[in-house]
Nanobody
C-alpha cells in the first residue's frame, strides 16, 4: 500500500505565495513520477506539475502556471510545489499523486488514469 498526504494549503491574497508538500509512505519502490494536480469547482482535474523521481530533470508544468510554480524533491523525498504570483484562478483543491508510469510526453496536460492520490489540500486566492 502507498499513502499520500498533502500539506500546506491555505488562503492567500493575489500575488502571494504558498508552498505545498507531499509525503509518500509505504511500498514506494515502483513509484516513478510524482505530480500535483488541481480541481476547481465545476471543472475537471488538471495537471499542475509533474516530476520524475529518478533525480533527473524531467518535469512539466501546465501553461497556466509555468514560470510561477516550481516542483521539486527535497532531501526527505517529499515533493514540494512552490507557488508564487498566485492568482484567483489558481483557487482549487490541490492533489498530490504518486504514479508508477510517467507520461510519455511531459506536455503539462497529462493526468494519470491510475495512481495513488492524497485527500487534497485547499488553496484559495482571494482579496
Amino acid at each position: 500500500q502507498v499513502q499520500v498526504v498533502e500539506s500546506g494549503g491555505g488562503s492567500v491574497q493575489p500575488g502571494g505565495s504558498l508552498r505545498l508538500s507531499c509525503t509518500v509512505a509505504g511500498s514506494t519502490y515502483n513509484i516513478n513520477c510524482m505530480g500535483w494536480f488541481r480541481q476547481a469547482a465545476g471543472r475537471e482535474r488538471e495537471q499542475v506539475a509533474v516530476i520524475a523521481v529518478d533525480g533527473g530533470s524531467r518535469s512539466s508544468y501546465a501553461d497556466s502556471v509555468a514560470g510561477r510554480f516550481t516542483i521539486s524533491r527535497d532531501r526527505a523525498k517529499n515533493t514540494v510545489l512552490d507557488m508564487n504570483g498566485l492568482k484567483p484562478e489558481d483557487t482549487a483543491m490541490y492533489y498530490c499523486a504518486a504514479v508508477i508510469a510517467c507520461p510519455s510526453k511531459y506536455s503539462g496536460k497529462w493526468v494519470p488514469a491510475f495512481g495513488y492520490w492524497g485527500q487534497g489540500t485547499q488553496v484559495t486566492v482571494s482579496s
